[in-house]
């Protein structure tokens, strides 16, 4: 175990109030780095331990892979690199305590291959000390077996990583989808073009991949590129890769198989077990693609959808599933988008509402994409069909291949399309009274005479059963949409959105 995976399964036992990669803000990233470890890399850390009263992170500690950082009440904050910490002792006020955590009098020594000590003691408020000591020990042991201490990036998504791993990544969601009736079909097709965009594959890998699914009957064996991609990356890119590398694997099962259970599937078990990843943490990640899936329907309850979604972020620290994976995966809107949504408990209903219509606006825009990735894929295999049908017959069993891809592009595009046009309506749904009150619209109908106007509305709402309000239609056409809320503007009636 190198140094880095030793530090974040062993600080979690100092107490909850540990902090660690990647779910650590930004905000407490940057207080910890002005008040605790000047000149470190936000990226770089590991851990953060808050032992200030108000959560300012004026006094604590902080871990990466090289280096432990710590500041107590008064004086300047210390640096001490790991490869340089010979051992520590925890000196403990009263022997007679049933607990270790911190009280005023106790203190941790660190004593350094030179013989120089530093004392922890403030910098421990809230935390385990007895911990502490056994972490620091444990470093210090690995450091004497050989193990180098060095730091790697940990708030990374996969669509950071470099495209020779993306590739791998992208090849591995391939052969799942293959796997399972020999073929990828159009639905299969259009979810993974929609996983390429969301990891920003460059051109020319896109290009790589799309040869791939031409000729997935030769694909590359899937444990060699489970092995490449595990093997290859950096401690800290692994850990985000290998839960988002599960929860895509599990987004496509419930895409082409909601009715059988992933503990039935062989592919997901193996990859399970290869990967590390406990059964609690899979079905966890199966409710966050139903939350993902629940968010852009047009009768999504945003605070419902609020409250649900911070049980799950409670749910995955005590996982340990980092944040960034749930959020994502089986998605096509970022982090950020979906950050902003649900952060704080308490949000006006004008911020979530217009949160939720940039969110829709991102799956259109990424599903667009998707479209436009599609029909490139459909003007290649076209030509080569063209090239294949001029050489003659001998290349028949050729043109039947390209035929079916050509078909299954085309659904797939189709598919994506109307996928695009059903958020925008959505959107245009969430963007117009739910309901209308008719003594005022009867008032706004005489004051500017707007009969015309009045009509138009109508058309598009229908008497509710003995509340005295209207409600609107469903199904209408985006097109007609637009018109009504054109006409509503027209006239500036404003009231409760659709969908809450």
């Excluded at 640096?79 to 340089?84: G, I, K, M, P, S």
């Excluded at 990424?366 to 459909?378: A, I, Y």
């Excluded at 009969?451 to 985006?478: C, F, V, W």
């Amino acid at each position: 175990m190198g140094i880095e995976e030793f530090i974040k399964n062993s600080v979690r036992h100092l107490g909850f109030r540990v902090l660690i990669a990647p779910d650590i803000s930004t905000k407490k990233l940057n207080n910890c780095i002005n008040y605790i470890a000047h000149g470190a890399d936000a990226e770089y850390i590991l851990a953060v331990g808050d032992a200030s009263v108000f959560g300012k992170t004026h006094t604590g500690f902080v871990f990466t892979g090289e280096f432990l950082y710590f500041s107590n009440d008064s004086g300047k904050p210390v640096e001490l690199a790991l490869n340089d910490i010979a051992k520590a002792k925890y000196h403990k006020k009263k022997v007679c305590r049933d607990d270790n955590f911190f009280e005023v009098g106790d203190r941790i020594e660190i004593i350094m291959k030179d013989n120089a000590v530093y004392v922890m003691d403030a910098s421990m408020i809230g935390f385990d000390c007895a911990e502490m000591e056994k972490l620091i020990n444990g470093i210090a042991e690995l450091t004497r077996k050989g193990e180098v201490p060095r730091a790697t990036r940990q708030n990374i998504s996969v669509a950071e990583l470099d495209d020779k791993y993306k590739i791998l990544y992208m090849k591995i969601l391939c052969n799942y989808a293959y796997l399972g009736d020999s073929f990828v079909d159009s639905n299969e097709y259009s979810a993974i073009q929609n996983i390429v965009i969301r990891i920003e594959l460059s051109p020319d890998y896109r290009t790589e991949l799309r040869a791939y699914l031409e000729d997935i009957e030769n694909k590359e064996k899937t444990g060699d590129l489970v092995y490449k991609l595990c093997n290859s990356l950096e401690y800290g890119s692994y850990d985000i890769m290998r839960y988002s590398l599960m929860q895509d694997v599990l987004y496509l099962h419930k895409l082409t198989k909601p009715e059988i259970s992933w503990t039935e599937d062989g592919f997901i078990g193996s990859l399970l077990n290869y990967m590390h990843i406990r059964p609690a943490q899979l079905e966890l990640m199966e409710y966050a693609i139903e939350l993902n899936r629940e968010m852009v329907m047009d009768d999504a309850n945003i605070i419902e959808l609020q409250a649900k979604s911070q049980d799950m972020v409670k749910s995955a620290l005590k996982l340990r599933i980092p944040l960034m994976t749930l959020y994502c995966s089986g998605s096509v809107y970022s982090v950020d988008t979906y950050r902003k949504i649900f952060n704080g408990n308490e949000k006006a209903r004008i911020s979530i509402d217009k949160q939720r219509e940039l969110m829709l606006q991102t799956v259109i825009k990424n599903t667009q994409e998707t479209v436009n990735q599609l029909v490139s894929d459909m003007n290649s295999i076209s030509e080569q069909l063209v090239s294949e049908i001029q050489k003659g017959m001998q290349a028949s069993a050729k043109i039947e291949k390209l035929s079916a891809l050509l078909v299954r592009l085309s659904k797939g595009a189709q598919a994506s399309v109307a996928k695009s046009e059903n958020t925008e309506q959505h959107i245009l749904y969430d963007s117009l009274p739910s309901s209308l009150d008719m003594v005022k619209l009867e008032r706004i109908r005489r004051e500017q005479k707007c009969e015309l106007e009045y009509q138009t509305i109508m058309k598009y709402y229908e008497r509710a059963q003995g509340d005295g309000y209207t409600r609107i239609k469903a199904n209408i056409s985006n097109h007609e949409l637009l018109r009504l809320a054109d006409t509503l503007a027209v006239i500036n009636y404003k009231g409760a959105k659709h969908g809450f």
